[in-house]
């Protein structure tokens, strides 16, 4: 199977992008067409990734060179994925500023330069806020990626507990439960005075629910309702133990 080249192009793209300003709206259609084009990127490299795994499960290469080229082309494929996706949440964050900065009236002079609202904040600050684009859109599965790579490059954020939550969120709102538990138990394992904490144990049992596993559900509701009874999330589980004719 042969070698894929590395794109440059997005690298390209983005930094072009990057560097126009704030108020022209040509500039707010060429970052969007550069937005759209990366996503139709990834979702094509996601396909190609999905195929490989596919052809691998099934062909048994007798060579070894066979099967190292296999692995390269794999690993080749991931990492131009990745890359993509990167500057897709880049994109999205630096077209979601460009949004909103007002138009300039007409006949007033321009600023000379128009300051960035995102220029202050913290690395990890701007980081989860991309993140956050993606999930707004409904684009889970991009939100997760995201997610997941901030909580590995910022482990001292503030904003872990929340990036763990819309984490368990991204991955429920795909039906994958099991991960979504996992996310969500993390956040109760580890951070009980996040605020957080009550919204992860809501949905940890709606999880366990969803996965059948209802001994265990309704145990998870009634810690809510006994334990934190008047909370929002309490009355919810109080609805959920209902539904279930408890």
Sequence with gaps: MPMIRRLSIPVIALAAALSVGC??????????????????EVFKLR?????????????????????????????DLQETLR?????????????????????PVA???APAQAP?????????????????????????????EGLKLFLKHFPQSARRPDALFF?????????????????????????????????????????LLRQGLKPAAVKAFKDLVDG???TPEAHIAKQELSDLGL
């Excluded at 890359?83 to 138009?103: A, C, E, F, I």
Aim: aromatic residues 8%.
């Design 47 to 75: 396909q190609q990734v999905e195929d490989s795994n596919k052809m691998a499960a099934t062909e048994h290469k007798a060579a070894k060179g066979g099967r190292e080229q296999d692995r390269r082309f794999q690993a």
């Design 83 to 103: 890359q993509l996706q990167d500057s897709t949440r880049v994109l999205n964050n630096r077209l979601g500023d460009m949004r909103r900065v007002p138009p």
């Design 107 to 109: 006949g007033s002079a």
């Design 116 to 144: 960035d609202a995102t220029a202050t904040l913290p690395d990890d600050e701007r980081a989860y806020n991309a993140t956050q684009l993606d999930y707004n859109r409904g684009n889970y599965a991009l939100s997760a």
């Design 167 to 207: 984490l368990g969120l991204s991955y429920y709102n795909q039906h994958q439960y099991s991960q979504a538990q996992s996310a969500f138990e993390r956040i109760i394992r580890n951070h009980a005075a996040s605020s957080q904490f009550l919204p992860a144990k809501l949905k940890w049992g709606q999880c």
């Design 23 to 40: 108020s022209s709206q040509d500039q707010l259609h060429r970052v969007e067409q550069e937005v759209g084009d990366l996503k139709l």
């Design 228 to 230: 934190f009874p008047d």
